[in-house]
């Protein structure tokens, strides 16, 4: 999730990639047998904000947005991490009340679809979903403002299959500095680390997305199990302060943790962010056209900013992003931090998507561009989902040994 767009820091790519867009939608046969064979894990998706919306039927296949159960199977995800998202600037009992409302959503979605959608919180859950041929729906709350500085809420969480919380969104929260806002606590709070204790113990996912450099590194000394990026990219690539350094993937992959590429034309393309740079008052008109169609509606406003987006690049008024962008993050992120360590976290219908990745059907063009860059079949898999399913089972054993060792 981006934040609102009038806050959003977009990075956009200036000209020159138009061409490699082109029959770039030829999969294969080796590549479409592997994607459907391999266990495809997406970290972190927007799509709950639409669920909001009475109107929206997740069964249906949409011409809007990325994701719904339709483009899902087209494009062989088998795992979906829904994010339970509020701004940053909701805070104390209204976050979480509306933090379980998004929860209760994603939770009524897969009932009312349980033919093809099943809740999972365990690795075991999602294999057995896909030997079933069914789609793994999980959850990821985006902001630790939501726990409102209580761990009772947050075991609250983790007891409704919520199995990772970001520690921040895009503003500070009372015990952690994020990315994108002044500093206030130097990293994290001394309650902040209780938060990460508290978290591995009860086998929820410690996501550095979002956060501040400083926290980050708070997290990782306090943490001990393997924390994810669960949408981030590469900052020696494109030069946003969410996106990970060189230096912090390496020491993140150094704990057996994974960063998931994140699709954000803002953060893949520094073309597009130093176009964005030099034109603040498009972003500003883009803000105001959303708000125009869309009013306060959260859902509404990700699907339409990304809409306008692509029609100001259409005008020529910005770059246009291919998604060979992402294949060159994953592949930096290899080279850094190593093939065990990198995943995808795709930021569907909260982000603007570069040009061929618009939705969930066009995923099989990963397995493909990797297979034709010389990528072993195996480590294919790896960053399609088996590493991220490597550390969902890390923190399930440290859990369950720290939740013994508690009651000694
Ligand atoms: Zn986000």
Redesign the pocket.
Known sequence: ??RSLLTAVLCVSIGGLLVTAVKSDDISARAKKLHFSSIVVDT?DDTTQRFLDGNFDIGARHTDGSIDIPRMREGGLDAIFFSIWIPSKITGTDAVSRALTQIEAVRAQVRTHAKDLVLATTVAEVRAAQKEGKIAALMGV?GGHMINSDLDILRKFAGLGVRYMTLT?SGNDEWADSSTDTPAHNGLTDFGKDVVREMNRLGVMVDI??VSDKTFYDALEVSKAPMIAS?SSCRALCDAPRNMTDQMMKDLAAKGGVIQINYHVGFLSQEFRDAEKANPDINKAIGAEVQKRCGDNEGCQLIEGDRITREYVAQGKLPRVDFAKIIEHIDHAVKVAGIEHVGLGS?FD?ANMPYGMEDATKLPKITNALLKKGYSEGDVKKILGENTLRVVADVERLSRELSRQSKK
């Open positions: 999730m981006l972190h985006e969104h997305s979002h949408h930021d909260g």
